[in-house]
C-alpha cells in the first residue's frame, strides 16, 4: 500500500528513470566547458592577443560566476520550479557555449559568465533535486553524477588540443563542440518541464510552504558552507599550480600533465567508493575526517619528498573525490526538505566558489614571496586540517531544523 508520504517524496515510478538519466545528463555538462579551456589557452591568447592578466582572469571567471549567481537560484526556482529552472539553465549553457564560440568582439567573456551561471545553477539545484525525489538515495545519486562530471571534466581536457589542431583559431571548435552534450541534455529533460509546476510537489501534489531556518543564521549552515568553501580551494590551488610545482622539481611538462591526468582519475574512483563507505557508517564524520587526511597526505607528501609524487596524487585525488560527494551530500542530509537544501546548497557554494577563485591566487602569491613551494604548500596543509575540523562538525547527524 502507497502512503500519502511515499508518494510525495519520492517521483511516480515511470518518471524516476527518465529524471536519473537526466541529472547524469546534466552532470556531463558541469565542467567540460571549463576544463577544456586550460589546454587551448594559449591559443585563445595568441587569436585574441589577451595579456597573462586578461588570461588568469578568464579563467576565473566562471568561478566567480558560480559564487555570484549560487545565491540566485534558490528564489527563481520557488517560483518557477526545479525542473523549469534546470531546463532555463540548459537553455543559458547551451547559448554561452556558442556565444563564447563565435568571432565577435567581448564574445568569450560574455559567454564565459552566462557559461558560470548555468553551471552556478546545475550545482545548487541538483542536490535539491536529489533531496526531494530520492531523499533514500542521496549519497549514491551525488556519487554517480559526481564521477560522471569528472570523466567529462578529464575527457574534455585531453582532446582540446587534438581537436583544436594547428589551426589558430581552432580553439573556437575545441570550446564550442560541447554545446553538444548540452542539447543532448536539453532533449532528455524536456519530459520534466511538465512534471511539477511552480507550487506543487512531485508527482503533482500541493508543495509544503512551512518556514524552516536559514542557514545563513545556523552554525552548522556555516559548518556545512566552510568544509565546501577549503575543500573547493585545495582543489582549484592543485589544478592551477600542480603542473608547475612538478615542472620545478625536474618533471617533464608532458609527464606533469599526465600526474594531473592521474589526480582526477583517483577522485573519479573515489565518487564511485565514497557512498559505499558512507552506507555503512552512522553518520558521516569518519569519512570527513578521512577526506582531509587523505588529502593532507597528498599534499604533505608532495612538501617533504616530491620525488615520490605519482603515490602523493593518488591520495590526494582519492580525498578531493570523496570529498566532493560528501559536500553534495551534506546538502541534502543536513536539510529539512529540497526547499532547505536549495538554500544551504547556494550559500555553501557562494562561500565556497568565493573561495575556490582566491585559492590559486593565494598560493601564487605565496610562491612569489618565498621564491619555493615549501611555504604554499605548508599552508596548504594547514587550511587541509582546518578543513578536517569542519568536516567532522558537519558530518554529525543533524539538521539546520
Known sequence: MITSAQRTDAPPRQRAGLLVVGILLIATNLRAALTSVGPVLDHVRADLGLTATAAGVLTAL?????????????????RLGLERTVGLALAVLAAGIVLRSL???????????????????????????VKRDFPDRV??????????QSIVAAIASGVAVPIAGE??????????????????????????????????????????????????????????????????????????????????????????GWHLFVYLIAAVVANVAAPQIMRRLPDQRLVGLLCA??????????LRAPGASVLWLVCAGLGAGMSL????????????DHRQAAALSGMAQSIGYLLAACGPVLIGALRDASGAWTLPLSVMCALIAVMGGFAF?????????
Not at 62 to 78: D, E, N, Q, T
Open 167 to 256: 589551426s589558430p583559431a581552432g580553439w573556437r571548435i575545441a570550446l564550442g563542440c560541447w554545446v553538444g552534450l548540452t542539447v543532448i541534455a536539453a532533449a532528455f529533460w524536456l519530459p520534466q518541464l511538465r512534471a511539477n509546476p511552480p507550487g506543487r510537489g512531485p508527482g503533482g501534489s500541493p508543495a509544503e510552504t512551512a518556514a524552516h531556518r536559514s542557514p545563513w543564521r545556523s552554525a552548522l549552515g556555516w559548518q556545512v558552507t566552510l568544509f565546501m568553501g577549503l575543500q573547493s580551494l585545495v582543489f582549484y590551488a592543485m589544478i592551477a599550480w600542480l603542473p608547475t610545482i612538478e615542472q620545478d622539481h625536474g618533471v617533464a611538462a608532458a609527464t606533469a
Open 103 to 129: 568571432p565577435v568582439v567581448g564574445a568569450i567573456w560574455a559567454g564565459t559568465v552566462a557559461i558560470g551561471a548555468a553551471i552556478a545553477f546545475f550545482n545548487v539545484l541538483l542536490p535539491s533535486l
Open 325 to 336: 560527494v560528501l559536500c553534495l551530500s551534506l546538502f541534502s542530509l543536513r536539510a529539512v
Open 293 to 302: 587526511v587523505l588529502i593532507l597526505i597528498g599534499v604533505g607528501g608532495l
Open 62 to 78: 566562471p568561478l566567480l560566476a558560480f559564487a555570484g549567481f549560487s545565491p540566485v537560484a534558490p528564489p527563481i526556482a520557488r
Open 393 to 401: 562538525l558537519s558530518g554529525r547527524t543533524r539538521v539546520v531544523g
Open 139 to 148: 549519497a549514491q545519486l551525488s556519487g554517480s553524477y559526481s564521477a560522471t
